[in-house]
């Protein structure tokens, strides 16, 4: 079976980092991905990470590491508007790229 | 622009009653998909459509319904059948260049009454 585990939510100060943990078992890996989600809104693609190793875009970087099956968000500088909730995503591979096995979220808090 | 409109946003619907989810998009993407999202749970997968009258069943289709005629469009109807309809759905799209990202629509909130 498929098991995305993500904290259900943190909180953290404007300005300061914030570290989002995403732990995965599923039956494949063809990649992982981070989306920002705000209430209510959809979710909108942050990263992707397929090899090992940190990708870093801005703000935000993601780290990879397959053999561990453990992936992280990190945000820096924070803002308010990062309020918003942090889904951790793995494609599993096969007949459809767009197969993919959700986390059930972090919600981030950010506060003045 | 180019986006993915999904309408109603906010829907009501008494039980017994189909409703079908509206997904238009004109990014010229092959590939639509609908997601499901409940409180405290990941996104899951009910239906997808790699190309025009094609599609396959995702985790959770029992209770649900797809059509694809039409590249632009994918509805989907929640049918009687399904159980437990109340919740956020979501239509996505397919890039295939670069990693290969999902593009979302705003979602439709069903609630039953």
């Known amino acids: 079976g498929q098991n995305i585990d993500q904290p259900t939510e943190m909180t953290a100060t404007e300005g300061a980092i914030v570290q989002i943990n995403c732990t995965y078992q599923?039956?494949?890996?063809?990649?992982l991905f981070w989306y920002q989600q705000h209430a209510g809104e959809a979710p909108t693609f942050l990263s992707y990470n397929v090899l090992d190793g940190l990708e870093e875009k801005g703000r935000f970087s993601s780290f990879l590491s397959r053999s561990k099956g453990y992936s992280y968000l990190l945000l820096k500088e924070l803002q308010m508007k990062d309020s918003a909730s942090y889904l951790c995503?793995?494609?599993?591979?096969?007949?459809?790229?767009?197969?993919?096995?959700f986390g059930a979220g972090t919600q981030v808090v950010v506060t003045p | 622009d180019g986006g993915i409109t999904q309408s109603p946003k906010y829907l009501f619907r008494k039980e017994g009653q189909n409703v079908t989810l509206s997904c238009e998009q004109n990014l010229n993407h092959d590939a639509m998909y609908w997601y499901r999202q409940d409180p405290g749970q990941g996104l899951r997968l009910i239906y997808y459509s790699q190309i025009v009258n094609d599609f396959q069943k995702g985790d959770i289709a029992e209770g649900y319904s797809v059509s694809r005629e039409k590249k632009e469009s994918f509805p989907l109807t929640v049918t009687s059948a399904q159980k437990n309809p109340t919740a956020f759905y979501l239509c996505?799209?397919?890039?295939?260049?670069?990693?290969?990202?999902?593009?979302f629509g705003e979602g439709s909130r069903l609630t039953v009454l």
């Open positions: 599923t039956s494949g890996f063809n990649g």
């Open positions: 995503a793995v494609r599993e591979g096969g007949d459809s790229w767009g197969k993919l096995q």
């Open positions: 996505a799209t397919l890039l295939r260049l670069g990693p290969g990202e999902l593009f």
